[in-house]
């Protein structure tokens, strides 16, 4: 994805990712945590910092973030955007520094050993070998991780268009697809990680954090319809005509469109007290 594109993406993704995210796995994951000191947490795959965005005012404790990117203009607008200007309290509070790394050397790439490892919207890019990686590390450090917002596949249009669903399987097919740390798991990461941490006996909790957006956010489904489409043709190169003909359709519907994108957050506790 082009650089411009990829900040413009995260920024726009945001708000609807932020209202998905379940509040709820909060209060398992503050009493995961150490109460009487600064923590660590890093965050892979950080992006534009949106993950910290959400869980640093969630977190009562003082917090030193660690944001792993490969995009090194992404990590500097996080760092940039870490608190709000109006907000000293989150300053003190929240630190964050940046660190360009590819992740595919995990664990390589955790120079300082974190009481958190989190990531948002990451999941379902990694291949099952490297999430594997994760799954070890967190289960011999005893390190909690929290993982938002990865697609498990479920997607739904109002108001439907015959071409729907086999743009929607075209478009998984291609989630699947191979990316930068290999295979990747796509619409099956957040059942796959459950599973591998369940047979380490960690605890695992997982809540849906579905998008569900509606026509006042044209703005983000415009663009995800057009990367839907646009995987879908490379997916499928003979449906190309019935793709573009399903892609003016939604376009032309976005004023009364709802789209329903399936995530998980899901939560692991690695050691039990
Ligand atoms: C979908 S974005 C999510 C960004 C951010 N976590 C958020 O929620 O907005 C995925 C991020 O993973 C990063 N990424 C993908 N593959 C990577 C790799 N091999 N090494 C480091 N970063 C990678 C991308 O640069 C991008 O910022």
Known sequence: MPEQFAARWLTLREP?????????????????LPRDRTIRIS????????????????????????LIDHDRELLDQAVA????????????????????ADLGG?????????????????LDLVSEDWLRRVVDTCCRRCLPALFALSVDGRLAFSPTLEGDWQVAAAVLAHQRGAK?????????????????????????????????????QAALQRPLIEGWHEAA???????????????DERLRLLERSFITVGHQDLLVIPCRD
């Open 81 to 100: 955007m870490a608190h709000p200007a109006d907000d000293d309290g989150a300053a003190a509070r929240v630190q964050a520094r940046a660190q360009t």
């Open 233 to 247: 043709r490379t997916q499928q190169p003979d449906a190309a005509a019935a793709i573009d003909r399903w892609r």
């Open 106 to 122: 995990f664990p390589d790439c955790l120079d300082t050993p974190p009481d958190l490892l989190t990531a948002s919207a990451l």
């Open 43 to 66: 965050d892979l795959g950080a992006g534009a910092g949106s993950n910290l965005r959400y869980l640093g005012p969630r977190l009562p404790q003082a917090q030193e973030w660690t």
């Open 180 to 216: 930068d740390m290999g295979p990747a798991l796509g619409p099956d990461a957040p059942a796959v990680a459950a599973q591998l941490f369940r047979e380490r006996g960690a605890d695992v909790h997982c809540r849906p954090s579905d998008w569900q957006l509606t026509p006042e």
């Open 16 to 32: 609807a990712d932020h209202a998905a995210r379940d509040d709820t796995l909060l209060s398992a994951l503050i009493d995961a």
